[in-house]
């Protein structure tokens, strides 16, 4: 059986409109009938608004990003960003860092360098007692 090809999504995208993306995948069977829908002038409501929106705010050169998103999405072809982590412990004002030379991870407080990013399963596989210490980061990958 030959698996399907998987697509970062092209555009960035606020948590409002991945949440409407990945109701799109339920909702919808052809990624032209979901680009119908995003664009059509709906009421106030709507469950696409975020990405109606961002439609209308998108420059033309854009337009065909947009839409192959979509078609990625509702075909399931789609990679979702994974929203990232650090381990910040409150009490001791330290993260946790990588260290590649000891390839270990170790506690220091904020440095100059970043701390380690993962994402919450990741962080919690290594050591459930992390999760009240997580803190969301913005993912510049």
């Not at 919808?28 to 709906?42: D, F, L, R, W």
């Not at 789609?78 to 412990?89: C, G, R, T």
């Not at 860092?97 to 990741?122: D, N």
Request: with cysteine.
């Amino acid at each position: 059986m030959n698996k399907a090809k998987k697509y970062k999504l092209k555009l960035d995208y606020t948590a409002d409109e991945l949440q409407e993306l990945k109701e799109l995948r339920k909702d919808y069977k052809s990624p032209i009938n979901a680009i119908h829908q995003i664009i059509i002038v709906a009421s106030c409501d709507d469950p696409l608004r975020n990405l109606r929106a961002k439609y209308f705010a998108i420059g033309h050169e854009d337009e065909f990003d947009f839409m192959a998103d979509i078609n990625n999405v509702v075909m399931g072809t789609a990679i979702f960003p994974e929203k990232k982590y650090v381990v910040h412990d409150k009490v001791t004002g330290q993260y946790i860092y990588y260290r590649m030379a000891q390839w270990c991870l170790r506690w220091r407080q904020l440095e100059a360098g970043l701390p380690e990013k993962r994402t919450k399963e990741e962080w919690l596989a290594i050591n459930p007692a992390y999760e009240p210490m997580l803190e969301s980061v913005e993912d510049d990958e």
